[in-house]
């Protein structure tokens, strides 16, 4: 019985990993930048200083809301790379560029996130950093016609 069970966990494994590693590079950037943008987000509840909170503290429904749009934003990224699919097919081309253009924008969105965390704790921000992940944003606005979520 533990030799199926061992089987079974070894065969799940390998399709979640083969499904991982043939992820574009541009995906990978996207989970690095919202893990990052999470745990600052964590960081700024345990300073104190959170803005999404009342009390500026920690909170596990405030928590669960980034998580639920962390996920949120990866079923939009895949519904870009369903489009990209459904053009490269009825096109006979090979092409990634609505994954692509929204997994900059998001990348953008989150780093600006990442850095008005940093921000709230007292960290300095380069404003060339800043200036960067703006007109990132921006560019992706002009190609896809997205506006910026708003914040509540």
């Known amino acids: 019985m533990w030799k199926r069970i061992i089987e079974f966990v070894s065969a799940a494994a390998g399709v979640v990993l083969s499904f991982f590693t043939g992820m574009p590079p541009i995906i990978w950037v996207l989970i690095a930048v919202m893990t990052l943008d999470y745990i600052t987000g964590i960081a700024c509840g345990f300073a104190g200083v959170s803005p999404k909170t009342p009390t500026g503290g920690l909170s596990s429904a405030t928590a669960f809301r980034g998580l ?13 790379a369903l489009v990209d699919y459904a053009i490269a097919i009825s096109a006979g081309i090979e092409m990634a560029a609505v994954t692509g253009a929204c997994c900059q924008w998001f990348i953008a969105s989150e780093g600006l996130s990442i850095l008005e965390n940093a921000a709230a704790v007292g960290i300095p921000i380069p404003k060339a950093l800043t200036r960067v992940l703006e007109v990132m944003r921006e560019k992706g606005e002009d190609r896809s016609g997205v506006d910026a979520p708003q914040e509540k």
Do not use: D, M, P, Q
Request: charge should be positive; proline fraction near 0%.
């Open 68 to 80: 639920l749009k962390k996920i949120l934003i990866l079923v939009v990224v895949g519904l870009a």
